[in-house]
Structure formats: structure tokens, C-alpha cells
């Protein structure tokens, strides 16, 4: 008798790295209008919390690389940030704005990437959930700063959390038992077949970052990762 034996091989969550970052200025609404063209599943955003209280979507702690500004992002208020321009084009916009732009047509990954960013996300989530129709399970957070991922996990311990590391899975995988993560977000480079399913075994999606090239993306598929973040996600 002959078997037919077929390995099936999950399909990762295709997650667009602060938009689509490769054909348009990270963490713009027309970077994630095009990772929404690009249908993909999850779209990854970075937040600081600004002078005046709000949460901005930008990357970097200073406006040098990405604006025509100069300085550190918490040190200025949404006014004078919303005067700058990104790559000489567009705007740096709020938290609130790029929610308003998806509109539930994809999971958002918050990076909560500045200092007290933590309270204001919860706060913005709360009142999307609350009244604006979006399901919690809408949203992931995820950090490399462990004390925002404990402030989000007192405010809200139903929130999905992530722990960033580009250092080591184990002990990203130990401190996300400490705050009920959802997954563990680790550099690429760190992965291998069994460290990923360790992690997996302890309860823990792994979505990786960021993966751009062929080759690394169907090993990290073959390995059997819940997520690929990437700068082309049509790619993946």
C-alpha cells in the first residue's frame, strides 16, 4: 500500500515593518497604505510620546535622520512636529491617525519605542476598543523596554504583549513568562529550529524581524515561525 505524506507548513503572518518601509518612508500613512496594498496581515509601527503628551509614529529617538528637524522627539510638542517633513514629503502623524487610516483592515503591532509610552498606548487602545468597534485582539505590543512591557501588563493584562530582543531567546522567553506575553519578537539572526519551537513549546508566538531576502524567509517558514515582519512584504 502507498501513503501519500504531505508536511504542512503554516503560513506565517505577513507583517509589514513600519509600513512598507522599501517603497515608502517608514511609519507614514502612505507607508501603510501601501503595506495595505500589499494585503498584508499585521503592519508594524514604532510610537514616542511627544512634548505635549501625544503619541507620534516615528522610529528614531531624533528627528535628524528621517525629517527636515533636529532633536529629540519627546522635546517637542505635535504642533511643531506636524510642521516637519518626512523625506522632504510627508507628515509624521499620531498614534490615533494611523488607527483611523486602518480602520480594522489589519492587526497593529505598536513598538513601544520611547520613554512613558507605555499609559498613553493603553489609553488609545482602550478608547478604540471601548468605542470605536476595534477588538483588543486587534493589537499587538511590543518592546525592548521590559518596564513598559510591566506598565502595560498593570494597566491592562489582557493586552497582547511582545518582548524584543536581538540578544538572546531564552531570556526573552524567560521574562515574557513574567508579564503573560502573546510572543517573543527576536532579531532573525538569533533563530534556530530549536529555539524557535522551545519557545513555541512554552506557550509563545515568535515573530521574527527583519527578514527581507528569499532564502531567509523560506528557512524562517521552514522553521515554523507565527510571524515574519519585513521591509518588502510583498515577499513574504
Not at 521574527?208 to 515554523?224: E, F, L, P
Request: glycine letters at 4%; aromatic letters at 8%.
Amino acid at each position: 500500500m502507498n501513503f501519500n505524506i504531505f508536511i504542512v507548513m503554516k503560513t506565517p503572518l505577513k507583517i509589514g515593518h513600519r509600513g512598507a518601509m522599501e517603497y515608502v518612508p517608514e511609519n507614514t500613512i502612505a507607508s501603510i497604505e501601501k503595506a495595505l496594498e500589499l494585503d498584508v496581515d499585521a503592519i508594524e509601527i514604532d510610537v514616542h510620546k511627544c512634548a505635549s503628551g501625544e503619541l507620534v509614529v516615528f522610529h528614531d529617538f531624533t528627528l535628524d535622520r528621517m525629517t527636515d528637524g533636529t532633536g529629540e522627539v519627546s522635546k517637542h510638542l505635535l504642533f511643531d512636529l506636524k510642521l516637519l517633513k518626512v523625506r522632504n514629503r510627508f507628515e509624521i502623524p499620531t498614534l490615533q491617525e494611523v488607527l483611523d487610516f486602518v480602520d480594522q483592515k489589519c492587526i497593529v503591532n505598536i513598538e513601544l519605542k520611547g520613554k512613558d509610552t507605555a499609559k498613553e498606548a493603553c489609553k488609545v487602545i482602550n478608547e478604540y476598543v471601548e468605542n470605536r468597534g476595534w477588538s483588543s485582539d486587534s493589537f499587538i505590543l511590543s518592546s525592548f523596554q521590559h518596564h513598559e512591557l510591566e506598565a502595560v501588563f498593570k494597566i491592562n493584562p489582557n493586552l497582547k504583549l511582545a518582548v524584543l530582543t536581538k540578544a538572546n531567546v531564552t531570556d526573552a522567553v524567560a521574562f515574557a513568562k513574567t508579564i503573560n506575553a502573546y510572543a517573543i519578537h527576536p532579531n532573525v539572526a538569533l533563530l534556530t529550529h530549536a529555539n524557535v519551537k522551545l519557545a513555541q513549546e512554552q506557550g509563545f508566538k515568535v515573530i521574527t524581524w527583519t527578514v527581507n531576502d528569499d532564502d531567509t524567509i523560506a528557512r524562517m517558514k521552514q522553521y515554523g515561525v507565527d510571524g515574519i515582519i519585513s521591509d518588502i512584504p510583498d515577499r513574504l
